[in-house]
């Protein structure tokens, strides 16, 4: 991969975000966070740009700053190829900075949109929720 991306110029994007996703596959989210972060600056496609976001998120929450996971996620638009996957990660982000109140709120929500019974009752139960306060 490392020769592949040498073929491309040094502010190819999409490059960039596949290097970055390498370095994330192979457990060194602390180099891919960086990447991300300049192939988002250069302007990725429509299709990369949502799994660049999850995937910063992600690294960001496994190098111990899920605040910023949270951050970059809230209000991020699902749907398409990345589905439901922004409030799976952001839920995971809300539990590991100490909300888990919070993640239980935004995981059911996720869910309810999947249940075509009890959906309508699993939303509002996790509407219900009280806010929460930071633990641990």
Same mark, same amino acid.
């Given at each position: 991969?490392?020769?592949?991306?040498?073929?491309?110029?040094?502010?190819?994007?999409? !490059?960039?975000?596949?290097? @970055? #996703?390498?370095?994330?596959?192979? $457990? =060194?989210?602390? +180099? *891919? %966070?960086? &990447?991300? /972060?300049?192939?988002?600056?250069?302007?990725?496609?429509?299709?990369?740009?949502?799994? !660049?976001?999850?995937?910063? @998120? #992600?690294?960001?929450?496994?190098? $111990? =700053?899920?605040? +910023? *996971? %949270?951050? &970059?996620? /809230?209000?991020?638009?699902?749907?398409?190829?990345?589905?439901?996957?922004?409030?799976?990660?952001?839920?995971?982000?809300?539990?590991?900075?100490?909300?888990? $109140?919070?993640a239980l709120r935004v995981a059911l929500a996720?869910?309810?949109?999947t249940l075509p019974l009890y959906g309508g009752?699993?939303?509002?139960?996790?509407?219900?929720?009280?806010?929460?306060?930071?633990?641990?």
């Amino acid at each position: 991969m490392k020769a592949l991306v040498a073929e491309k110029p040094h502010d190819d994007a999409a !490059a960039v975000y596949e290097w @970055a #996703s390498v370095h994330d596959f192979l $457990g =060194r989210e602390s +180099e *891919a %966070i960086p &990447l991300y /972060e300049r192939a988002l600056e250069l302007g990725l496609d429509d299709s990369r740009r949502p799994q !660049a976001c999850i995937q910063l @998120a #992600s690294s960001l929450r496994n190098v $111990g =700053r899920p605040d +910023e *996971a %949270i951050r &970059l996620l /809230e209000g991020f638009p699902g749907g398409g190829i990345v589905g439901d996957a922004p409030d799976a990660f952001r839920a995971l982000a809300l539990f590991d900075a100490g909300l888990p $109140g919070d993640a239980l709120r935004v995981a059911l929500a996720a869910l309810a949109k999947t249940l075509p019974l009890y959906g309508g009752a699993v939303r509002r139960y996790a509407d219900e929720l009280p806010p929460g306060a930071r633990q641990g």
